[in-house]
């Protein structure tokens, strides 16, 4: 009586563990790569120690999104082109796999931009704007 | 003190145009150009007999894919029939070898694009110096655009265009499936102080490219006779056909 008593208990829930392992080992897996192995983009050192990157590297691991969107629609929309485009980044970060990809895959983000554009590493020099910080 | 409904009436709108004076001058002032191509036909002839460098220099430029399918084909800039491009121009008279010439065509940039009013995003749109520009990343596939445009200038990926792309020009986007692409005008080259790659490309300098009020196209304009693609459609093409 009392052994069907805990089968019973029992199992809803070993189902239930069945059930939500996907999603606890999807949350689970997320929760420790973000406290306990944060990467971190890999820059390859520039042939040229006096370059720098167009903004503060600290704001682009923030912001490169909302960098990126605003120079696409600069570039597309209103037709201001200047020497820093998508493909210059290539420049110093050479690694697109390190770069890119590294941060992206582990938090399951896939943006499409080099579907079209290319990450090739030879392209004009990079000139500053002015007043960049 | 009165101010009657007249005198407030007539204050109030004067202060509205003074209000919009500053507007109106810079307006004039800037003069914004208006870009527009020439294609002299009498020079094309003399260099055709399968001269196409202006449609290679294009598609080797921009990455337009050579899909051997013609359903699926991707055109920046193409050549047709002379009674196809100008079917109202065909009578008896006409001198046999324009009859049978064939004839650069691509996108007019017209004044009043039909594609651009289609368009339920925004992703054509008309550059502030007249072109009709494309932008690919708002671009949702619906072709709208394409049955508007009356000269069949845009071409929708039906099928991704990489593998049919002989060499990449990395300098330059390649597209996905499923967006439209056209002609720029080569707004990328102009940024850079180049002329377009179809106008360079020409042996014959049949093309000729600026803005609307330069003295070398007005020349062209004002020696010989005109044509524009489909005028009574009322889109004001800027790419001009001497015959």
Known sequence: ?133 | MSCSRRTFLAGMSAIACAGSLPRLCAQSAENPRRLALVIDLARCRQARTGCDLCRQACHSAHNVPSIPDRAHEIKWIWDEEFKRVFPEEVRPGLPPEVAASSVPVLCNHCDNPPCVRVCPTGATFVQPNGIVAMDEHRCIGCRYCMSACPYGSRSFNYVDPRPFLRATNADYPTRAKGVVEKCTFCEERLASGKRPACVEACPVQAMTFGDIRDPAIQARLASTRILRRRPELGTSPYVFYIL
């Open chain 1, 1 to 133: 009586m009392s052994s069907n008593r805990t089968r019973a208990w029992l199992l809803p829930v070993v189902a239930g563990v069945v059930i939500l392992s996907p999603f606890a080992y999807s949350v689970g897996r997320f929760a420790w790569a973000s406290i306990f192995s944060t990467p971190r983009p890999f820059l390859q050192v520039a042939a040229d120690p006096s370059r720098r990157c167009v903004r503060d590297p600290a704001w682009m691991r923030q912001n490169h999104r909302v960098f990126l969107q605003e120079l696409r629609d600069k570039t597309v929309r209103e037709g201001i082109r200047n020497e820093v485009t998508l493909r210059s980044c290539s420049q110093c970060h050479k690694d697109k796999a390190q770069f890119c990809d590294k941060c992206h895959s582990s938090v399951n983000l896939h943006p499409d931009c080099f579907e079209c554009h290319s990450y090739s590493t030879t392209v004009h020099p990079v000139v500053l704007p002015e007043g960049a910080p």
